[in-house]
Nanobody, 125 residues
Framework: QVAPVESGGDVVQPGGSLRLSCVVS??????IGWFRQAPEKDRELVAC????????GYSDSVKGRFTISRNNAEKTVSLLMHNVRPDDAGTYYC????????????????????WGQGTLVSVST
């Protein structure tokens, strides 16, 4: 059992773009989700991808702006963020948690309650 490892967090200007990456070694064919947590707010699921990579899901707050993708050969899951807004700020976590099922419901999905340490996204001029 290996915890995901996130990277790519940075300070980004409103309207800018950022790519987050998560190494998911040992989690082949598990559904993967990106969650974010802003200060004093609950952790929320913003995007998920099925184990095979063919199905994605997005929260309403990021739909049309964020794109999740996975490369099983390289064992990575990426989150490409466009048109970043101030309310996108927070710590972003990668996980195979069963919480993903609320958004990515493919029957073949597997889940595992493992979490990365997170990567911080700040939005500032």
């Amino acid at each position: 059992q290996v915890a995901p490892v996130e990277s790519g967090g940075d300070v980004v200007q409103p309207g800018g773009s950022l790519r987050l990456s998560c190494v998911v070694s040992g989690l082949d064919h598990y559904a993967i989700g990106w969650f974010r947590q802003a200060p004093e707010k609950d952790r929320e699921l913003v995007a998920c991808v099925s184990g095979g990579g063919g199905n994605q899901g997005y929260s309403d707050s990021v739909k049309g702006r964020f794109t999740i993708s996975r490369n099983n050969a390289e064992k990575t899951v990426s989150l490409l963020m466009h048109n970043v807004r101030p309310d996108d700020a927070g710590t972003y976590y990668c996980s195979a948690s069963p919480l993903i099922h609320q958004m990515c419901r493919q029957r073949a999905n597997k889940y595992l309650n493992v979490w990365g340490q997170g990567t911080l996204v700040s939005v500032s001029t």
